[in-house]
């Protein structure tokens, strides 16, 4: 399992190294700037471990995901600013509504994580945390269905793509706190997978014309 897990690492890397030559250069980069500096946080972080890997301990592990977590919320945001910005009388209650969802999420998060977590503690919270963001990007999709937003094709491809994703990671996470590190291996399999379907549909996605 550990050499599949690391044939799919490496997939997924490539297929975000190609992601992000393609948001240069088709200037795809501009439509969701946090999420063009997750790609970017991804392939730097990528290169580092398999560079480094002695250095990718736990502590790395959780700078590395609180990093991606920070960039959730952002991408979060982004996307209801840049989406609603035309629709004046929407994008004030949206932004309300989502900077509340924020705000409440995040003092929820700093109350109930321990000041000085160590690994397990911050596997325990960590779906907690990743199921915030995603009700916080769900909230935007939903929002530009209900009042038929048009947003670009690959916008589109974000949310589409990112919050499944992160509900297959969030379960795997909680799954490795209730059944023990003895399941991890294969658990990081699936995780690995929905990772590498996802980038590849965000691939294909922006190369597509919007």
């Given at each position: 399992?550990?050499?599949?897990?690391?044939?799919?690492?490496?997939?997924?890397?490539?297929l975000l190294s190609v992601l992000l030559i393609i948001l240069f250069r088709t200037g795809k980069v501009?439509?969701?700037?946090?999420?063009?500096?997750y790609v970017s946080v991804v392939v730097a972080a990528g290169?580092?471990?398999?560079?480094?890997?002695?250095?990718?301990t736990p502590d790395a592990f959780q700078m590395k995901q609180g990093i991606y977590d920070s960039l959730l919320f952002g991408m979060s945001l982004e996307l209801a600013i840049r989406t609603f910005a035309a629709f004046?009388?929407?994008?004030a209650i949206v932004r309300l509504m989502l900077g509340g969802a924020v705000a409440l999420s995040t003092?929820?998060?700093?109350?109930?994580?321990?000041?000085n977590s160590d690994y397990s503690s911050f596997i325990r919270f960590e779906p907690g945390i990743?199921?915030?963001g995603i009700w916080c990007l769900t909230f935007v999709g939903l929002l530009i269905v209900w009042y038929q937003i048009p947003v670009p094709a690959f916008t589109r491809a974000i949310i589409l793509g990112y919050v499944p994703y992160l509900m297959v990671f969030t379960v795997c996470v909680d799954l490795v706190s209730r059944l023990g590190w003895g399941a991890v291996q294969n658990l990081n399999?699936?995780?690995?997978?929905a990772f590498d379907a996802v980038a590849a549909y965000w691939v294909y996605s922006a190369w597509r014309k919007d």
């Open positions: 399992m550990q050499i599949v897990h690391r044939l799919l690492a490496v997939a997924g890397f490539s501009r439509q969701c700037v946090t999420f063009s500096a290169v580092l471990i398999y560079l480094f890997p002695a250095a990718y004046t009388g929407i994008a003092s929820l998060i700093l109350m109930a994580t321990p000041v990743t199921a915030a399999v699936l995780n690995a997978l």
